[in-house]
Structures are given as C-alpha cells and as structure tokens.
C-alpha cells in the first residue's frame, strides 16, 4: 500500500540513469504520478496530423529524430499545462525527463513552488558515465503499450513481455551507440547545469549514484528522502 504524498520529485540523469525505472518504483511507494516529458511528448509527435497542421510539433519530431532535446519553451507549455492539472487534482508527481534545459528549470520551478511549496519538491541527481550510459540504451528494451524501460540485468534477459503489463518489448531505432553519445553530450551541456542552478536556489540535491542495482538505488533514494 502507497504512503500518499504530495511531491514534486525530481529526477535528474543521463540517458540510462534509470530515471524511468526509480520514478515508476516512487510513484508506486508514494502515490505519485509518473510525468514523463517524453510520453507527453512523443504522444504529440508520433501524430501524423498534429504534425502536419502544427509546426511546433513538426520541430519538436525534427529535433527528437536525431538525438536531440525537444525546443524548451514547447516542453515548458505542454508540461506546465499537466503540472497544474495534476496538483489542482491534490496529487503528487515525479518527473522522469523534465526539466531538461536551464529554461525549463527556470518556467516549472516556478509553478511547481506555486503548486507544491518549495519545501515539497525534491531533486535526485543519479550519477552516471558516458560508457555505462551507451551500454545500458544500447542494449535497453521497453515494452509498446506504456514504456516501461527493461534494462539488460540479468533478471530480466529472456523475456519478451513486459513484467509490468504484458506488452512486448521492443528495442528503438533511437537507443543506438551513435545516438546516445549525442544525447549524452546534450545532456551534460543543457541538462547538468540544471543542478547548479538549484543549488544556487538553494535546493539540497540528493546526490545517488546509479551504477547500482535497481533495488540498491531505490534504497539510496529512500534514504536520502528519510524514508527507510
């Protein structure tokens, strides 16, 4: 049974990090909603009308096509938007891919005070390396129905549905080395800064390192939160 909370966790990483997998197990234990930026996203992109008649949405699938970040201001729009439907709802979040850009982190911190309180939103930094982040997406899966992330541990090699909901697991055409090399130095260029940015707001950042196993992590989080 979940301990309600009302978060705003945030979790920040590079690609492979495990941001998807810990949301999911923190949503779970808290009663939280799983904010993906990029389900939000590709929900829109992977549109063949939106992206015809709007040319916003026809950039944001230009730019995520090769690596890149979708435009912030179009991310901070269509997140915002959610943010506030979710907390006039009186629930709490956790963020998995948002924000990603300095002008993201600027615009939703702002609403997430607003909605949350300063006091409520939590940052996670989980730490990662360029080569363990290509060797993880190089040989990560999700599954089709509702993304979850299947990394290639051991306990989960073999399988061909997800554990979760019984999809199939696919690899993406984007989780290739090539790719995450870009999405990594993007990351370390528009999304690490994010952090000093906080700091200097004067956010404690929990700082977890996640060249761990899922459950190591998780109780690494647990802890940082005050939560074991």
Not at 172 to 177: H, Q, V, W
Request: aromatic content about 6%; hydrophobic content about 35%.
């Amino acid at each position: 049974m979940s301990l309600t909370k009302k978060w705003a966790v945030i979790l920040i990483g590079p690609p492979g990090s495990g941001k998807g997998t810990q949301a999911e197990l923190l949503a779970e234990k808290f009663g939280l909603f799983h904010l993906e930026t990029s389900k939000l996203g590709e929900e829109k992109i992977n549109n063949p009308e939106l992206v015809k008649k709007d040319p916003e949405v026809a950039e944001a699938k230009r730019l995520y096509d090769k690596g890149e970040l979708f435009p912030p201001p179009w991310t901070v729009k269509i997140m915002v938007e959610r943010i506030r439907e979710l907390g006039n709802k009186g629930g709490g979040l956790v963020f998995s891919g948002s924000p990603r850009t300095l002008h993201e982190a600027e615009n939703e911190l702002l609403v997430l005070e607003e909605v949350y309180g300063r006091d409520n939103i939590k940052p996670i930094h989980l730490n990662l390396t360029k080569d363990e982040s290509i060797k993880r997406n190089s040989s990560r899966r999700i599954c089709k129905a509702n993304r979850h992330s299947i990394p290639d541990f051991p306990m989960f090699r073999g399988m061909t549905t997800c554990p979760k909901d019984g999809s199939e697991l696919v690899t993406r055409s984007l989780d290739n080395p090539e790719t995450i090399s870009i999405r990594y130095e993007v990351y370390l260029k528009q999304t690490q800064p994010i952090i000093s940015f906080m700091t200097e707001r004067e956010y404690k950042i929990l700082e977890i390192e996640g060249e761990q196993d899922i459950d190591k992590v998780f109780a690494d989080i647990l802890k940082g939160l005050g939560e074991t």
